[in-house]
């Protein structure tokens, strides 16, 4: 489903910025991160500490850290994530992804130039870019992440090593990145520096509106935590859950405009591996998840419901 909008409408260690933000106060805690309205709390609390409110303007849904300080932000690449990133079906299946709204991106924009990609990673994206003439570059906050996509021959660099760089883009990058950012504001300032007037920015997150969000809500209630399949739509690393509307109002402050919005569901093989890592010692509703999430996918997929917002949006101010 696409909805278009286009008629009517130094850098700073992103981690650093979840971490000092996460333990706010409860006054702090009730504001939106994306539109600024009060946040509802809701019933749920993930992984036993995390506190989950919807926004009361914009339905966003966001973490708050009860515990002043006490955030673990910055942890988000796990051992097992480097194989499931490595791993060739994975590649592919994000290959595809980016091809494909590449695509959309220059039936709008003409041919892209030079295109910096925020949260790297181990350059998954960098390489594609690579194999399709683009020069492209690439900033992360783990060490070996990059160097990871350091011995792929691509370039890459701290958000301090980016900051001594004088490069302006024609695109910026964002796959998976901004969720993991509790105060997003200040992040998207430093993200988008390069970014030149009239450029581009490409951004995926997991969409807050996905309607599978409230039935395992309410499962996991119904069943006292015994059937947890919350644990595979909230996870602690991902502070805040865009609705289209949300990140309509977050991106406004920067002079960029939602253009195209896509429903897109993960590739296959990405939620395949993650879901067969967290079955591993886990009961039959977990095993039985791990096995039934293709199919799940393709009626998703179908519906044109997918658990992700896949955004291209132009700065425009």
Known sequence: MTTDHADHAGHTDYADHAERTSGTGSAGAAACPACGAPGRLLRHVVQERYRLLRCTGCGTEFLRDPVPGGSTAGEYWEDYKFDVYAGDAVRVGYEQRYAAVFDRLEDRAGRCG???????????????ARDRGLDAVGSDVDERALAGA???????????????????????????????????????????????????????????????????????????????????????????????????????????????????????????????????????????????WPAAEALFRRMGRGNKLVVLARRTG
């Open 114 to 128: 030079r295109v910096l990609d925020v949260g790297c990673g181990i350059g998954n994206f960098l390489a594609w």
């Open 150 to 292: 350091a011995a792929r021959g691509l370039t890459v660099f701290t958000p301090e090593q980016l900051a001594a760089q004088d490069t302006e883009v024609d695109v910026v990058t964002l796959w998976d990145v901004i969720e993991h950012v509790a105060d997003p504001g200040p992040f998207l300032t430093d993200a988008l520096s390069r970014l030149r007037p009239g450029g581009w920015v490409l951004l995926e997150t997991p969409d807050a509106a996905f309607p599978v969000r409230p039935l395992v809500r309410a499962l996991h209630r119904a069943t006292g935590g015994r059937v947890d399949l919350a644990k595979n739509m909230y996870y602690w690393e991902h502070k805040i859950y865009f609705t289209e509307r949300g990140l309509e109002r977050v991106l406004a402050p920067h002079g960029v405009t939602v253009v195209e919005v896509h429903r897109m569901t993960s590739p296959v093989a990405k939620m395949q591996a993650t879901f067969d890592h967290g079955a591993e010692g886990s009961g039959p509703v977990d095993r039985l998840l791990a096995r039934g």
